[in-house]
């Protein structure tokens, strides 16, 4: 049982051992020193400034392998303080009673200067939030929904921290609402710009607190806050910072950042309108600024390289998405990798070839200005469908696919299951802590939204349990503090499977691992991703079987066990449903959300399809019954109705990352306008078609098949296909980077499985 960090009862002969050879170490050393530095008579003084020192390491710090005592390099440091009393006059005849006092001032004022710059660190993302500019004279009131006048009429006085001490039932009471207002003056940061009143019913009036935040200071408090974070992840032995191209690359993630705004101006004209979007010389400083932010961010990562492979779970944590911008630091970093592996020459011709061409009909077709508010999926979605736009994102994804796969293949051999499997397990338990914690603070809610980049504020009313109040009375959906319910299961189903994997590897279950399996359970539950659950149940006898009861049953008995007694099931339920109405469940939606000035392109190329019978229909019917068995018609049907490509644009795409054109084509404000098409596989049509599209699923079988005996990879992989199918997981940057890696790790190349 561990009684305090560092120190368990099941090591204490090794702590024993280990400080008795420090003492063993440190005695004559402790008594060279005091000798050498009082003179005949000081070893004794030596001695006791050992055991002193030793009692208050522990007392007040230390790591579990730290030995505390009488150092030489501390020798030189003292040392050099006499040589500066000296050199600053201290008359020379002083006795060594009388210089020692000086000599444990200066050290004393050294340590304490140390804790004056952590605290100092502390505080630089503290005190924004107490900025105010209100007099002593006046106090701050509570806000009711009577009066808001004192808050209307003192904008940007009041901080944020003073209106939380004066109402602090908006600490906790969910009818409150904290706001981030990108819009607001550098001067307002920090503090309250206005309140707003919505009147609901008699117990729940809802307040709405706008707090003041700019994107210029966002971007490098946010972008300190982040680098501190990554810097908890333990240094590597050997570093990566001798890359060739780290400066220029450097350079160019910067520049990418700077014309990320250029070409997406049309969003930021309303966060950003201190910037001055004419001016080279406000692109400059927005450039300085991300190279700031850039520059310490590699320097952080090349130190810490061979160990951030095994932290990667911790991204579901910090998207790292500025606030007011549409980037991520997470997806700058990747492509500072990737901008390495393609100076060095790293890259694959075929892959560049297939992409290029791509790319030269994605710029060619785009010749519209269409905005799309990218809403929960800021940090990966294009704002605006415009040559600049669409160029900015073809370029992002080219350089952020070779950089995950530099990421994997510079990492691969320093991969530890292990720590990796528990760094899965304490990610879920914060998350759902997070989640849980967020939903019954508003203040605490705003706080995550704020520094750890989220891309939406967390749930904030509805409680994990919570079932819906109608005739039904179903479960509803639970996200934390992420986007979306259903991607967020996707992550705790995804993290069941892997401690499974790990458990029945190594054949023992460590503490972290029922917190663990705990959390994602509970989590999987909230979400009411039912069919991740389903999923997790039926892959889970499928591992216990194939490792254990493989050579007992068999194989294709089983199989056909499984096929028989799911055909039945979907006999019984389906008995009064007929073939033709599943087929066409889709198509039967579409037509419920068909506009008559829009009939979309793909929908009459399917109605054209059942009246002449043709292959594509059929296809196209197959995938319907996938959506009506995965509870899709209505969404899917939705798309469909309002999906307009051309032939060329259904064959090859409009670009990655483009949902704007798409948007574009309907009035935004309409309650039945388009909607995400809650299908990754969808998205994929938008961004690059079905012909590429199709070839990526051919390569995807055939590396299944090749890998057939990597249960684990089979496993996840196929767990993975399922749910990007049936939403939009992948249009989330951190999903995306996790998925890939998750796939690439996997795999293996030499098709073994890690677990073996």
């Known amino acids: 049982m561990a009684l305090i960090n560092g120190f368990h009862l099941k090591n204490i002969r090794g702590d024993v051992l280990g400080g008795l050879t420090a003492a063993v170490v440190a005695l004559p050393l402790a008594l060279a020193f005091g000798n050498a530095a009082l003179g005949p008579g000081g070893a004794i003084y030596g001695l006791y400034g050992a055991v002193v020192v030793g009692f208050l390491a522990a007392l007040f710090g230390g790591t579990p392998a730290q030995v505390s005592g009488p150092t030489g390099p501390m020798s030189v440091t003292v040392a050099g303080v006499i040589a500066g009393l000296a050199a600053a006059g201290v008359p020379k005849d002083l006795s060594i009673e009388q210089i020692l006092p000086l000599v444990m001032a200066s050290v004393v004022f050294g340590g304490l200067f140390q804790i004056l710059f952590g605290i100092l660190v502390i505080l630089l993302f503290l005190l924004p939030w107490f900025n105010t500019d209100l007099q002593n004279e006046y106090s701050v009131p509570k806000v009711s929904q009577e009066d808001v006048t004192f808050f209307e009429i003192n904008p940007c006085k009041i901080s944020l921290i003073q209106f939380m001490f004066s109402n602090v039932e908006s600490i906790y009471q969910n009818h409150f609402y904290f706001r981030a207002n990108d819009k607001s003056s550098m001067k307002c940061f920090g503090r309250i710009t206005g309140v707003t009143v919505i009147q609901g019913d008699e117990l729940q009036t809802q307040f709405f607190i706008s707090v003041g935040t700019n994107p210029l200071i966002n971007l490098i408090l946010q972008g300190l806050f982040w680098i501190l974070l990554i810097s908890i992840v333990p240094k590597s032995k050997n570093s990566l910072s001798n890359y060739k191209f780290k400066n220029i690359s450097i350079f160019l993630v910067s520049y990418l950042f700077t014309y990320s705004v250029y070409a997406e101006s049309r969003y930021y004209e309303a966060s950003l309108y201190e910037f001055n979007f004419a001016s080279l010389r406000s692109y400059f400083l927005i450039f300085l600024a991300f190279l700031l932010i850039s520059k310490n961010l590699i320097d952080v990562y090349d130190l810490r390289s061979e160990n ?449």
């Open 308 to 756: 951030m492979i095994n932290f990667l779970p911790f991204i579901y944590l910090f998207t790292f998405i500025f606030s007011g911008f549409n980037y991520s630091l997470l997806g700058a970093l990747f492509v500072y990798l990737g901008l390495i592996s393609f100076f060095n020459g790293e890259s694959k011709s075929k892959f560049n070839f297939l992409y290029v061409s791509l790319s030269i009909w994605w710029l060619i077709n785009s010749n519209g200005s269409f905005y799309f508010n990218v809403g929960k999926l800021r940090g990966f979605t294009s704002s605006v469908y415009e040559f600049n736009a669409n160029l900015l994102w073809i370029i992002f994804i080219y350089f952020l696919l070779l950089g995950i796969y530099k990421f994997y293949s510079e990492n691969k051999q320093r991969f530890k299951l292990e720590i990796f499997t528990k760094n899965l397990s304490l990610t879920a338990t914060i998350m759902l802590l997070a989640g849980i914690m967020s939903s019954n603070s508003p203040m605490i809610n705003f706080y995550n939204y704020y520094f750890l980049g989220l891309q939406r504020y967390g749930e904030e009313k509805n409680t994990p349990f919570a079932f819906s109040e109608d005739v039904y009375e179903l479960k509803i959906s639970w996200r934390g503090i992420f986007p979306s319910s259903e991607t967020v299961g996707e992550f705790y189903g995804l993290v069941l499977l892997i401690l499974l994997f790990w458990i029945i590897k190594s054949n023992k279950i460590r503490n972290i691992d029922y917190i663990g399996v705990i959390s994602a359970s509970l989590g999987l539950y909230f979400s009411d991703n039912r069919t991740t659950i389903v999923l997790v149940f039926l892959f889970s006898l499928m591992y216990v079987y194939l490792k254990f009861f493989k050579n007992i049953f068999n194989t294709k008995f089983i199989l056909l066990l499984i096929a028989t007694f799911f055909v039945g099931f979907m006999i019984f339920l389906l008995n009064d449903t007929s073939y033709k109405f599943i087929s066409n469940s889709i198509i039967s939606q579409s037509s419920v959300f068909q506009y008559d000035s829009i009939y979309s392109s793909y929908l009459r190329l399917l109605n054209n399809g059942q009246e002449t019978g043709s292959l594509f229909s059929r296809v196209f019917g197959f995938f319907s019954m996938i959506a009506f068995f995965l509870n899709r018609s209505e969404m899917w049907g939705l798309f469909f109705a309002r999906y307009n490509p051309t032939f060329m644009e259904l064959l090859f795409g409009s670009g990655p990352m483009n949902f704007g054109q798409i948007y574009g084509e309907v009035v935004i404000n309409n309650p039945e306008s388009f909607l995400l098409p809650h299908s990754s596989v969808l998205s994929l049509i938008l961004f690059i078609g079905i012909i590429p599209l199709s070839l990526l699923t051919l390569v995807f079988i055939y590396i299944l098949i090749l890998n057939k005996k990597n249960y684990e990879f089979v496993l996840l992989t196929t767990y993975i296909i399922i749910n990007i199918l049936k939403n939009d997981s992948i249009n989330y940057l951190v999903v995306f980077v996790f998925y890939c890696l998750i796939y690439l790790l996997f795999k293996n190349s030499r098709k073994k499985s890690i677990f073996r």
